[in-house]
């Protein structure tokens, strides 16, 4: 199951030429990141870091960029998994903008650490089912 998520394209994000400057669609990427961990599984991204110390850092990040994304544009993200790890986590992020053109393509993984020692640690079994439900099954991103 996808995940689902919106925003617009605000004018700080933007350049002189009227499209998403490259480094705010990685942070809007994040922001997408953020947002979703209540609905994955019931819990904040701070609650994950601040009670229970848990981070999920970038290790590995592959992009496309297909369309421009422009000032007032609305962005839907659909974010999935690609791959559940016993520390790792590999994300889908497909944005596509109101006329449902995909506009930016990106797998990332991230690793479960502790936020203490920053090593890496197993994913919690509370998280992993949240996030087994959202797995890509082959044939279906």
């Known amino acids: 199951m996808v995940l689902v998520a919106e925003r617009s394209v ?11 400057y490259y480094p705010r ?6 922001r997408f ?16 870091i ?3 110390r848990l981070g999920f850092p970038v290790i590995n ?11 007032g544009d609305t962005i839907t993200a659909h974010i999935s998994f690609t791959r559940l790890g016993t520390t790792s986590l590999g994300w889908r992020y497909r944005f596509f903008n109101q006329n ?9 993984t991230t690793v479960c650490v502790n936020m203490d020692t920053m090593e890496p640690t ?3 079994d509370d ?11 082959e044939g279906k991103a």
């Open 50 to 52: 601040n009670e229970r």
């Open 127 to 137: 998280l992993r089912k949240g996030i087994e439900t959202h797995l890509e099954t």
């Open 25 to 30: 669609i990685f942070d809007l990427a994040h």
């Open 33 to 48: 990141f953020e947002s979703v961990w209540d609905d994955l599984c019931g819990q904040s991204y701070p609650h994950l």
């Open 61 to 71: 990040v592959e992009s496309a960029f297909h369309h421009p994304l422009r000032y």
């Open 100 to 108: 449902d053109q995909l506009v930016w393509a990106s797998t990332q």
């Open 10 to 20: 605000e004018f700080s994000m933007v350049d002189l030429a009227n499209i998403a």
């Open 122 to 124: 197993p994913i919690p």
